[in-house]
């Protein structure tokens, strides 16, 4: 997945955020077994899926109190 800006994720619906905070966890949790097996290439994309799993998660937030 690119690189996505905080602004961007507050343009689209509850449903695609929903959606796309789906795939983050599933990769999330594919990146945690593969640094537990070893076969991790790119560290710091743990990192980028738990940011822009929290910027999800606050463009939700948004949404719902809005």
Do not use: P
Not at 24 to 31: D, G, I, S
Not at 35 to 57: C, D, F, H, P, Y
């Amino acid at each position: 997945m690119a690189k996505t800006k905080a602004k961007d994720f507050r343009e689209l619906s509850a449903d695609d955020l929903q959606l796309q905070l789906r795939e983050l966890k599933q990769e999330a949790l594919n990146l945690r077994l593969q640094k537990a097996t070893g076969q991790l290439e790119n560290s710091a994309r743990i990192r980028e899926v738990r940011r822009e799993t929290a910027q999800i998660m606050t463009a939700l937030t948004a949404k719902s109190l809005a």
